[in-house]
């Protein structure tokens, strides 16, 4: 199993989570809807750049700053920028997991605090 679906699934699992892990989630789900529903996931795709803007920056870099409306873009389009956003809220996710690790491995944090 890759390191995705091994998030998806420990998030999956988890009992109270983040705004970024429900947004994985989100984003995972609508990647995974048979038959693809292009206006479900433009809105969706459109909502992760809202809430992360450092992803829409990123997207426009990576595109030469040729960045199309999401209403013009082809379902194929669409599911390939959703999984790049996946791919990067992942990241993200996975970032912030190692370093709250790190952190807590530095302030003794495998110690019961009362």
């Known amino acids: ?3 995705l679906s091994t998030l998806i699934e420990q998030l999956k699992a988890k009992k109270i989570i ?3 892990e429900s947004d994985i989630l989100e984003t995972f789900k609508e990647l995974s809807k048979e038959p693809f529903d292009r206006p479900s996931a433009s809105l969706r795709m459109g909502l ?3 809430k992360y803007p450092e ?3 990123e997207a426009g870099i990576a595109s030469g700053g040729s960045a199309q ?4 873009l082809s379902g194929d389009a669409i ?3 959703l999984q790049w956003q996946l791919q990067k809220l992942a990241q ?3 970032g912030a997991q190692h370093y709250g690790e790190e952190a807590l491995n530095q302030h003794g944090g495998n ?3 009362h």
């Open 79 to 81: 599911r390939d920028n």
């Open 69 to 72: 409306l999401r209403y013009t």
């Open 92 to 94: 993200k996710e996975l």
């Open 55 to 57: 992803i829409f920056i």
């Open 111 to 113: 110690q019961d605090v």
């Open 1 to 3: 199993m890759d390191a």
């Open 48 to 50: 992760n750049y809202g």
């Open 18 to 20: 983040t705004d970024l």
